[in-house]
């Protein structure tokens, strides 16, 4: 395997998540490899995500660009929390289902590696939320390191 030169790093916003590009940053250094930091919303299958959202003396939002402003916030705010990192370092929030976003960015994007969290969920919490890494490990079309993210308390 060649030494990596794009790797792409998805996250959902919690805690875990800056341990995440952390690791993606070391990992990416000795290469001098860019680091490109993702986050995929995904629209809630029970509500359209053109719905509007309003309050007094508000301009009306659909739920979706709320949803996008409020992540590229949080993730902007992740991002700039890191000291200066060693390498090019990007972040971008998407729309759609986050294993899905996350293979097609990959493969589109001709990224070497995909670093990213996992919860270790088990049982009924994982059969309800599903599990993106396994998704992504089992379908991507480049090598995959998953880190285990120590779960919120």
Request: some cysteine.
């Amino acid at each position: 395997m060649a030494a990596p030169t794009r790797i792409l790093v998805p996250v959902d916003l919690s805690e875990g998540s800056r341990t995440v590009i952390d690791y993606a940053v070391q990992l990416a250094r000795p290469f001098n490899a860019s680091v490109h930091v993702i986050h995929a919303w995904e629209p809630p299958q029970y509500v359209a995500p053109d719905l509007l959202v309003a309050a007094p003396g508000w301009n009306s939002l659909s739920l979706e660009q709320v949803a996008v402003e409020t992540a590229t916030k949080d993730l902007t705010a992740l991002i700039h929390s890191l000291e200066k990192p060693p390498v090019p370092l990007t972040h971008k929030v998407l729309v759609g289902e986050a294993a899905s976003t996350v293979l097609d960015l990959a493969e589109q994007g001709k990224y070497d590696l995909i670093v990213m969290g996992t919860h270790g969920r088990r049982g009924l919490p994982r059969l309800l939320l599903g599990s993106v890494a396994q998704k992504v490990v089992s379908r991507a079309h480049c090598p995959v390191l998953t880190l285990h993210v120590a779960p919120e308390k």
